[in-house]
């Protein structure tokens, strides 16, 4: 059974940075993907972005690139969601989630993602 915990969040003004992890137990990885989404109040959940475990490589959604950046640590199996310039918009609550890759209905739909971590809340004040 894999497990995912979250951890990191927090309140930040706006501008500011925080690094949210996402720290993976119950299997290896290859094959997979590990995905950040976010979800405002009275909003749908939203995709942030992806790392694809076999090679590293990163897609983001565009409100995001370049100021979010995903990485890993193999030893701790663990994943990143580094935040930089933060905006109130970005407030939400984050889920990082892990799917098979390639995904089966596309990398930025909630459902292609098996296993959720509990959310962390990031709240970015103005």
């Known amino acids: 059974q894999v497990q995912l915990v979250e951890s990191g969040g927090g309140l930040v003004q706006a501008g500011g940075s925080l690094r949210l992890s996402c720290a993976a137990s119950?299997?290896?990885?290859?094959?997979?993907?590990m995905a950040w989404f976010r979800q405002a109040p009275e909003k749908e959940r939203e995709f942030v972005g992806v790392l694809i475990w076999s090679g590293g490589s990163t897609i983001y959604t565009d409100s995001v690139k370049g100021r979010f950046t995903i990485s890993r640590d193999n030893a701790k199996n663990t994943v990143y969601l580094q935040m930089n310039s933060l905006k109130p918009e970005d407030t939400a609550v984050y889920y990082c989630?892990?799917?098979?890759?390639?995904?089966?209905?596309?990398?930025?739909?909630?459902?292609?993602?098996?296993?959720w971590g509990q959310g962390t809340q990031v709240t970015v004040s103005s």
């Open positions: 989630a892990v799917g098979y890759w390639p995904p089966r209905f596309g990398y930025t739909v909630a459902s292609s993602y098996n296993y």
């Open positions: 119950g299997r290896t990885f290859g094959g997979y993907a």
